[in-house]
């Protein structure tokens, strides 16, 4: 599919983009498979949970005492070992839980349609949904999307970057810089872009599922 002219130096921001942030995991990298490890790797580093340790360009390959299986560390330079450590805390009792639950993310949805002055009709088609399905969405409070539909609607109510991560997050889903998709998404929002086309045009140039029915 041809780039139009007009779109060539922000899809270049975009090749650019990608090349910085993208993290390839694949079966020789990062592979920590339990807390403990994230502990001592993190003991070793001497630092606090959650501060960044920076890391070279090309880490070195360790090999573990019991198991004997291969640690490579990030090949992101901006990546840290502690990072994914922070992510592990004592997990709250199910009270606990409960008593933070917050709007569901159908719910958020049709608050975000309200506050923004949108109509139901102009959103789900900006999403590229059809009516059938914001029907059942409308009608179901406990409405579980998929990640590219949360996404859709993200875009269609022109969220910020923090605003889609807190929306899509309310359906259970994150950005990862493991995922092209995501990061192309990021991209976009960050350069206030929602035209579906134009997004759209972007992941099917990277073999990325596109946002839409």
């Not at 573990?64 to 592990?88: D, I, P, Q």
């Not at 199910?94 to 709007?103: S, W």
């Not at 949904?129 to 109510?157: E, G, H, M, W």
């Not at 950005?175 to 972007?202: C, Q």
Request: proline residues 5%; glycine residues 4%; charged residues 35%.
């Amino acid at each position: 599919m041809q780039i139009p002219d007009s779109l060539k130096e922000l899809f270049l921001g975009l090749e650019t983009y990608i090349t910085e942030r993208y993290v390839d995991l694949t079966v020789n990298e990062v592979k920590c498979e339990s807390f403990s490890r994230y502990e001592e790797l993190a003991d070793e580093e001497s630092c606090e949970l959650g501060e960044p340790v920076e890391r070279p360009a090309a880490a070195p390959i360790r090999k573990e005492k019991k198991t004997g299986k291969r640690f490579k560390g990030l090949l992101h330079a901006k990546e840290s070992v502690c990072f994914e450590a922070a992510a592990y805390k004592k997990p709250e009792s199910l009270d606990d839980r409960v008593k933070h639950i917050g709007d569901t993310w159908q719910e958020m949805l049709l608050k975000m349609i309200d506050d923004r002055g949108y109509t139901d009709t102009e959103v789900y088609k900006r999403a590229n949904i059809d009516r059938k399905l914001f029907s059942k969405i409308r009608s179901n409070p406990l409405y579980q999307p998929k990640k590219v539909t949360a996404v859709a609607f993200a875009l269609a109510l022109k969220l910020s970057l923090d605003d889609t991560k807190d929306f899509i997050g309310r359906a259970g889903y994150a950005f990862s810089p493991s995922s092209k998709f995501d990061l192309i998404i990021e991209y976009f929002i960050e350069h206030e872009v929602y035209d579906p086309y134009t997004i759209n045009l972007a992941l099917f140039e990277h073999d990325q599922p596109t946002i839409g029915e």
